[in-house]
């Protein structure tokens, strides 16, 4: 069996994309978020995005299953609160869900944490383990930098992280460290923050 270990939902529906947008536009109005309710996916619309995007690169490369998560760019923790990052995670984490029990033969989930800058990633123990124990997925993103490009959080060796670590250990699941979009003007995203986040969290485990 071939598996791809790193796949992102880079073509999802565009309703999802909507919701996120108004999400992201009345960030500081707690009373206009919009309601998981207001999110119109079908089941056809989810097969559509998928069909001719990472199904069809499956069958052309060859490879038989993909471990996959919501888009890594679109995380994005540093917008908004703890309350704004849990509500677009347990969004995007529903709709690698529904991915995979359309297509339990070619994918198998990795979820999103409800990061944010400061707040503890104790407070993301919850949606790892609903992720992990209602939804089957098999590990989470866990973004070094949730201020993205400002690096406000201790490092991965310290002490802060070492309660969420130890639940990823009760169950059984590895993490993908991996950031999220820039807001730092200095680092481009794909282009600088990414190349340099893997080279600072390598750093801080040596």
């Given at each position: 069996m071939i598996i791809d270990c790193h796949g992102h939902y880079t073509t999802e529906p565009k309703d999802l994309l909507r919701w996120r947008k108004e999400q992201v536009e009345h960030v500081k109005e707690p009373a206009k978020?919009?309601?998981?309710?207001?999110?119109?996916?079908?089941?056809?619309?989810?097969?559509?995005?998928?069909?001719?995007?990472?199904?069809?690169?499956?069958?052309?490369?060859?490879?038989?299953?993909?471990?996959?998560?919501?888009?890594?760019?679109?995380?994005?923790?540093?917008?908004?609160?703890?309350?704004?990052?849990?509500?677009?995670?347990?969004?995007?984490?529903?709709?690698?869900?529904?991915?995979?029990t359309l297509y339990p033969d070619n994918f198998i989930g990795v979820c999103q944490l409800p990061q944010s800058p400061g707040v503890s990633p104790d407070s993301c123990i919850g949606e790892l383990e609903r992720c992990v124990k209602e939804f089957g997925f098999v590990g989470c993103n866990l973004n070094p930098d949730p201020s993205g490009g400002y690096w406000t959080a201790?490092?991965?060796?310290?002490?802060?992280?070492?309660?969420?670590?130890?639940?990823?250990?009760?169950?059984?699941?590895p993490a993908m460290v991996h950031v999220s979009a820039s807001c730092n003007p200095c680092f481009h995203g794909t282009g600088a923050h990414y190349i340099n986040a893997d080279t600072t969290a390598f750093m801080q485990l040596i």
């Open positions: 978020q919009p309601s998981k309710a207001s999110l119109k996916v079908s089941d056809d619309e989810i097969r559509e995005s998928l069909e001719g995007a990472q199904l069809k690169l499956q069958r052309e490369r060859g490879t038989d299953v993909t471990i996959f998560s919501p888009r890594a760019m679109g995380m994005s923790h540093h917008i908004g609160d703890y309350n704004v990052s849990l509500a677009w995670s347990q969004l995007c984490n529903e709709m690698i869900h529904r991915v995979c201790p490092p991965l060796t310290d002490r802060w992280w070492y309660k969420f670590y130890e639940k990823m250990v009760e169950l059984d699941v």
